[in-house]
């Protein structure tokens, strides 16, 4: 038997403008409340966003169309799926479009078969009456309440076609929307550390990476000889992989920051330190990879990795280090 829907204003359910600048909402809570919520739906960090079917209402009747029924089976398995994560589940009630006065006066030119009779407040009403019966449907079935937002946003955002009478039927809605958080333990880019302790969340696959979960590729050292910015032949084989990488994933740029060891003045240092990270960029050049990816630093003898009163020290501070971000 089809249930009529009853148009309840004082319902216990929890009101947010979550994620819509213009607020339509009925007995929404303080502004802070939305601020958090706001955030929290646009910019918080979820393992997966579910956009369901939509749950679709007779306009002349604003009975519930027996198909959505379906839908909102759906809902609940998805909740069963998930329901040991943190979830946020949005219901939001549309109706179809508020024609304005011009449009009224207009709409025997426009659409001749055009019988909508809504004003902002009735389809503000209808949509709300929408979304809390999706609400009340899903709550008897087992979702529970605290996890749920209605909102309505009246006849706004039509997602179908005005220029046909089913379109215009079809935007007589309610949508549906699962937030689900990430796993505590989740590992989104699959390299062995989970998210929570992961300095780099986008590793590339195949990657080795470091206890911090950043791709050892992406800090390479080229070493130099005293007084050279000749690129040593053992050299090459790392500047292969950095070119592998950078046309694997053209969206990676490269920073080089070239040193040298303390000996000469630091006028000196600093050109001989410029120059070395330039041969870097001259030879990712010659292999394919365009020179707006590729930065370059000089940084003389400031930034020492090793003592410069040893040989061993000296050789260590003659780099070019190569950062791919």
């Given amino acids: 038997m089809k249930t009529i ?21 009925v007995n929404a809570k303080s502004s802070q409340v939305e601020s958090q919520m706001d955030k929290h739906l646009m910019y ?3 393992e997966q966003v579910l956009r369901f079917e939509p749950i679709f209402f007779h306009p002349s009747t604003n009975f519930i169309v027996q198909e959505s029924q379906n839908y909102l089976e ?7 799926k998930y329901k040991d994560r943190d979830i946020t ?19 025997s030119t426009w659409f001749p078969t055009y019988p909508n009779d809504l004003t902002i407040e009735s389809s503000q009403e209808i949509a709300l009456g929408y979304a809390t019966y999706t609400h009340d449907q899903l709550v008897n079935k087992g979702i529970p309440n605290e996890i749920i937002i209605v ?29 689900i958080s990430k796993a505590k333990n989740a590992d ?13 969340p986008y590793t590339p696959a195949g990657h080795t990476v470091n206890a911090n979960g950043c791709s050892e590729l992406l800090n390479l050292t080229i070493h130099y000889n005293v007084n050279s910015s000749v690129i040593r032949d053992i050299s090459f084989e790392k500047l292969t992989k950095v070119i ?23 006028l000196n240092n600093q050109i001989l330190s410029e120059k070395r990270a330039l041969s870097i960029r001259k030879y990712l ?22 003592s410069n009163d040893t040989q061993e020290g000296r050789e260590e501070n003659r780099r070019v280090e190569i950062k791919l971000h």
């Fill in 285 to 306: 050049i010659t292999q394919g990879i365009s020179s707006s990816r590729i930065s370059v630093y000089g940084r003389a003898s400031t930034e020492p990795i090793a």
């Fill in 188 to 200: 989104s880019d699959n390299d062995g550390v989970i998210d929570t302790e992961d300095q780099c």
């Fill in 5 to 25: 829907i009853a148009i309840i204003f004082s319902i216990s359910v929890v009101f947010a403008n979550g994620l819509y600048d213009d607020s339509y909402l």
């Fill in 89 to 107: 589940l949005t219901v939001i009630g549309y109706t179809d479009h508020v024609q304005t006065k011009t449009e009224k006066v207009n709409q």
């Fill in 244 to 266: 592998a990488f950078m046309k694997k994933y053209p969206n990676f740029k490269a920073l080089l920051y070239g040193h040298t060891s303390s000996e000469g003045t630091r």
């Fill in 74 to 80: 759906q809902i609940v398995q998805a909740y069963e």
């Fill in 151 to 179: 909102e309505q946003r009246g006849g706004l955002d039509n997602l179908y076609t005005r220029a046909t009478q089913e379109g215009r039927d079809k935007n007589y809605r309610a949508m549906v929307t699962m937030y």
């Fill in 44 to 46: 918080g960090d979820f």
